[in-house]
């Protein structure tokens, strides 16, 4: 990972969001300028150089982690002694991200300044970092794509898995443990798994339900590899289907696929999701498609872009997005399909290549 | 669970802190308040009554959840929308906790009210919902009771399982296995499995390192119950230990003892901290113990109160904390022991009376 490029460009991000200098606070956004993986640390970026705050429990942890870089550990905030540090330098104004800061979080940074720097010395800022987080460098697709593929492998085997009667959350147990044995670090988010009407959620994770002798089984799931996110949908079907089922399916599977091949450098994101939703409005479903179609996922699993209707910022190369459209007919059933996809100069390239054609078990 | 009572408790907070009306956007509140278990809500409390905000993904579960209050579904941000709808109640001051609330958050509720307005509706106040829920009623302790209990009957297990070998990813595999199998809907946060020199890392999550033939190797984990938290660590040798392992793991324990032995109702969160600091003071490892003693535990892992030095708040009847003293030694090893307490007219229970004597693997 080229850290010192990154803070390099975080640091032009900020000379043209007119501060001299950068605080930065957000977890995954500390991790990707330095690599540091604490759940303690405030960096700042100023003049050249980059300092890392952090406390007593992380000081090893914290100087084998990163390189070129200042490591201080102090007893109690990160970010008050790091704003506190910056004054001391001489800075005089720095941007903090208003996304990622409290108004607590900034009283207490502005009481630990000398007392004629505390009204000026803080300008909230859009979430730079975040945003040049929206298009992936090398290594970070090879791990995206190391993750992804970890997460397919585990769909495979749910499938000779999946019974009447057993319970959502002894699939998600399954499930869960196949990724700690193949490698996985831990789980991307709760793993949702909504079985008969519950399919009909879209945020169903795992319940004491039993899964039915007819009905669908929605399955969403990501697993953490170094530190990057996978996430994937596929929902089954157990037993026979009515026309009515079988019908939506195959409608959100159309979506799907037509918002992956809208997916190319330059194409509005409002666009791809007009793409999967054009589809599901002919289908007299889009009333039903209750959420936005999809997010950029990387350190964190839901980050920008934002993949939602009307959104006039286009995809460029080394984006990873999700496209997920889904159809919820409330107490019924529902039905969502989701892939990680890679935008390259050619095209989407699905991360999750897992089968989506229909699976009746 | 009462939610209607504990909102009334709220409004008084709310009333204390100067404003007729609270808006409430953190999650673990929102649940505390309403039932309501989505990842995007927030609460309104005014006049006496309360109203939930949140969009179309969660209509369905959010008028399931909750009893007594009004659903209210909305296209885009639930907090703008939120502060907008109290303004047209005729509402002119509403309190925002400010631990909990971004610039950007509280910039976007600001532009979604009438312009003469913006300037003085929102006033930032205290986290009168964390500190309310520092006390845990009857249904809340019995919960906690139940999620301990899980954790406390996973560890057993693993001490058969424990091989020289074996890669600390593979040990939280199993452990995360028995846990879900065993009704847990998840874990409360990422499994610690630190083995050897990497027990001397106090948040050493599992990692691909195996564990040795001798050395330590510490567990720390919990389990989430209903949307409570548990939280427990053990420490436990591999092989003969030297006499200073031995030693350092005496003096923690005798510190776990005494702080666990100086909890009961009006005894300053300081002085509890400080039972067991003092202990490895006298052994003359009190650097080495690089964190405070612990924290609440309940909707969230760490939660009010902060079981710390110098903090003068008492402990009361029905608030759970944890208990866990360290001592890493830097490149060498390190242990930590803990256990969840309950506070009781007669002292503190422990909830997770798992073996703490020494054993030797």
Redesign the interface.
């Known amino acids: 990972m080229n850290h010192s490029l990154r803070r390099r460009r975080a640091a032009k991000a900020a000379a043209e969001a007119g501060v001299e200098a950068l605080l930065l606070t957000h977890l995954p956004d500390v991790r990707y300028l330095t690599g540091f993986t ?2 303690n640390g405030t960096v700042v970026l100023v003049g050249g150089k980059a300092a890392l705050f952090t ?7 914290a100087k084998e982690q990163t390189k070129g870089l200042k490591v201080v550990t102090v007893p109690k905030s990160a970010a008050a002694a790091a704003g506190a540090w910056l004054a001391e330098q001489g800075v005089k104004r720095c941007g ?1 991200v ?10 207490g940074m502005r009481q630990a300044l000398p007392a004629g720097l505390r009204r000026s010395f803080f300008k ?1 800022v859009e979430p730079l970092v975040a945003k040049l987080r929206e298009v992936k460098d090398a290594d970070e697709v090879a791990i995206l794509r190391k993750a992804a593929a970890l997460g397919c492998r585990l769909f495979d085997p749910m499938l000779t898995l999946l019974q009447p009667g057993m319970t959502e ?2 699939v ?2 399954e499930l ?2 196949a990724a ?2 193949a ?1 996985a ?2 789980m991307s988010f ?2 949702i798994v909504a079985s008969g009407v519950r399919s ?4 169903g ?4 339900a039993r899964l039915p002798r007819r009905g669908f089984v929605t399955l969403d799931f990501g697993v953490m590899v170094d530190g990057y996110c996978s996430d994937m949908t596929r929902t089954v079907h157990l037993g026979k289907a009515t026309a009515a089922e079988r019908e939506v399916y195959d409608s959100v599977l159309e979506a799907q696929l037509a918002a992956v091949a809208a997916v190319r450098p330059g194409v509005a994101l409002g666009d791809v999701d007009e793409a999967a939703r054009s589809v599901l409005r002919r289908a007299g479903l889009d009333k039903q498609f ?2 936005s179609t999809g997010h950029g996922v990387g350190l964190e699993i839901h980050e920008m872009p934002h993949v939602a209707a009307k959104q006039t910022a286009v995809l460029q190369e080394g984006m990873v997005i999700t496209i997920e459209p889904g159809v919820y007919l ?2 019924r059933f529902g039905v969502r399909i989701e892939d990680m996809v890679l935008v390259t100069a050619r095209g989407g390239e699905t991360l999750t290549p897992t089968l989506k054609a229909w699976i009746e078990l």
């Open positions: 604490g759940s406390d007593g429990r992380y000081t090893t942890q903090v208003a996304a990622h800061t409290t108004l607590a979080q900034l009283d909230p959350v002894e998600a147990a869960e443990y700690r044995r490698g670090s831990g709760d793993t009909s959620l879209p945020h994770t795992a319940s004491l209750i959420h409330a107490g």
